[in-house]
């Protein structure tokens, strides 16, 4: 059973189009998360939901717009992609917003825009 | 803002060699310190943590002591093995719900 799942896991697209990743967990956690990973492996969250609230909404342009239908779910949703969007996007989860629970990570969204 | 630093590697040892992976933090308040590790392919995976100074965080035979005088967590592995070969990320935690990572150290193991 994959603790946190995301889909697709490659994603190929044209220069201004709309793509939506999806994520699901589950591990019953409160808290879900976006990160981007660029080409040379650097982590950086995007976005922390805390049931379905948002928590953290780091410097991002607003292309990318996070969703969260239910405390399982937290779908990022990208409008008008860009050469620079191209990176793997992770999801992940954790049991509440504390410093000290563990994240668990999805296997990634490999984007690639042309 | 608070930050981590480690070692970029890429690190190459051979298969028994000890491993060292050096990481210092920047943090207003006490955080929480972990390792991450992701294997080629795949999404991160929890190495090991610890939630306040002097605790030891272990697995896998990797170690590591949350040292606050120092602003440290380094990572050790006595005799590391071809399948210990894969990226290590630093991270730290806060009260302010930020969850900060360096920027990963590559470990390549040969046999």
């Known amino acids: 059973d994959t603790a946190v799942s995301q889909t697709p896991k490659y994603l190929v697209t044209q220069m201004g189009n709309d793509k939506s990743i999806k994520c699901e967990q589950n591990l019953g956690h409160d808290t879900m998360y976006w990160y981007k990973q660029d080409s040379k492996k650097f982590l950086k969250i995007m976005f922390s939901y805390n049931n379905k609230e948002l928590i953290i909404n780091e410097t991002v342009p607003n292309r990318f717009s996070p969703k969260s239908p239910d405390k399982a779910h937290l779908n990022l949703h990208i409008n008008s992609l860009e050469l620079g969007d191209s990176a793997v996007y992770f999801c992940a989860s954790s049991q509440a917003a504390g410093p000290g629970d563990t994240q668990y990570f999805g296997p990634g969204t490999r984007l690639t825009v042309l | 803002g608070d930050s981590v630093t480690q070692m970029e590697g890429p690190v190459t040892l051979s298969e028994e060699a000890f491993l060292t992976i050096n990481c210092t933090y920047t943090a207003t308040g006490y955080p929480s310190l972990f390792w991450y590790v992701q294997y080629p392919g795949e999404g991160l995976q929890l190495l090991l943590k610890a939630t306040k100074a002097d605790d030891k965080g272990s697995n896998k035979g990797f170690e590591a002591t949350y040292r606050k005088e120092t602003t440290s967590f380094h990572l050790e592995k006595g005799s590391v093995q071809v399948s210990d070969s894969a990226v290590y990320f630093c991270?730290?935690?806060?009260?302010?719900?930020?969850?900060?990572f360096g920027p990963g150290t590559r470990l390549s193991v040969l046999p």
């Open positions: 991270a730290l935690s806060d009260l302010g719900q930020n969850f900060v």
